[in-house]
């Protein structure tokens, strides 16, 4: 993996603008305007929870490392950001995007797996071959430009984690969040950096009632607004004790580390603003996962691949 993100093609190539983002999305429907109004599917951000779903359940059977499964489902959203996705078998791109993955992630398996394990768990919608999904490798790398090194958040919350004294369950729930994130747009629209910074600060925020969404969106959108307020004062030393008794202790030493990570993105010029509208976009998208509805999207997304052969090759 490229050291510096910075210089990196992700960097370059693969991070846009929401209105960026948008109109692409909006010339490929343009350009199959018939394929468009034959076979509607559900909003992008369902898309996403469904593919989710279907590669997680994929590497599962195959053991695969979260690692490989992340940049797996960054190939897909870039390759469907130049491909209109029905004129495509989602499944067979999944399968691909995850086998390809696994090699760049140096966790290879042989491609035999993959088409057995993908036939098995899709039997009507993928009877394909070793070959197809070799051809389809071969147009996955072509629609990325071979540009397949992904820098992720993970490794920014493994570096910070022990300076902001973060517990195991503020861990877990930090990478449950960026887990979460490959399910919305963000990872085409910010730096890996911003996005585990906003995982961590969500993890503070919520601990101890650790449950995205809900009752504790407003909490999320309030510490980010604190925190951009937070930018021009000095962060407090944070001398509490930790593991206090009882909840006021609790309470004091979660502000304590709160109002710590405020200084250190003071100090840091990191783009809060953007942290904002990530901790926005993860409301959304946790709101959004509530009127998910799995049967509709798997109906409309089988049903184009159906009705024109996908499914055969």
Not at 269 to 276: L, Q, R, T
């Amino acid at each position: 993996m490229a050291a510096n993100f910075w210089e990196s093609t992700q960097r370059r190539f693969w991070q846009f603008s929401k209105d960026e983002l948008a109109q692409m999305r909006d010339d490929l429907e343009k350009g199959d305007q018939t394929l468009v109004q034959m076979f509607p599917l559900p909003r992008w951000t369902h898309l996403n929870i469904y593919f989710n779903q279907q590669i997680s359940r994929l590497s599962k059977r195959l053991n695969i490392k979260q690692q490989a499964v992340a940049t797996a489902q960054m190939y897909i959203k870039r390759f469907y950001s130049k491909v209109e996705i029905r004129r495509t078998n989602p499944y067979l791109v999944l399968t691909t995007a995850l086998y390809l993955a696994c090699k760049m992630e140096e966790c290879p398996q042989h491609i035999r797996m993959f088409v057995t394990e993908a036939r098995s768990l899709w039997p009507d919608l993928l009877q394909t071959e070793v070959s197809r999904v070799g051809e389809c490798e071969f147009f996955l790398i072509s629609e990325m430009n071979s540009q397949l090194i992904v820098h992720q958040p993970y490794r920014t919350l493994t570096t910070l984690q022990s300076d902001f004294f973060l517990t195991s369950d503020e861990i877990n729930l930090a990478l449950s969040i960026i887990n979460d994130h490959y399910m919305t747009d963000l990872p085409l629209l910010y730096a890996p950096h911003i996005i585990a910074l906003t995982a961590m600060l969500i993890s503070l925020v919520l601990r101890p009632n650790p449950v995205p969404g809900g009752n504790a969106a407003a909490n999320m959108a309030a510490a980010t607004a604190a925190l951009a307020q937070a930018q021009n004062r000095s962060g407090a030393s944070g001398q509490n004790t930790p593991g206090a008794p009882g909840k006021d202790g609790q309470q004091e030493a979660r502000v304590s580390k709160v109002q710590r990570f405020a200084a250190f993105l003071a100090e840091s010029n990191v783009d809060i603003e953007g942290m904002i509208d990530c901790t926005q976009e993860l409301i959304s998208f946790y709101e959004s996962h509530e009127q998910y509805n799995d049967k509709m999207t798997r109906e409309q997304i089988n049903r184009f691949v159906k009705a024109r052969g996908l499914d055969k090759h």
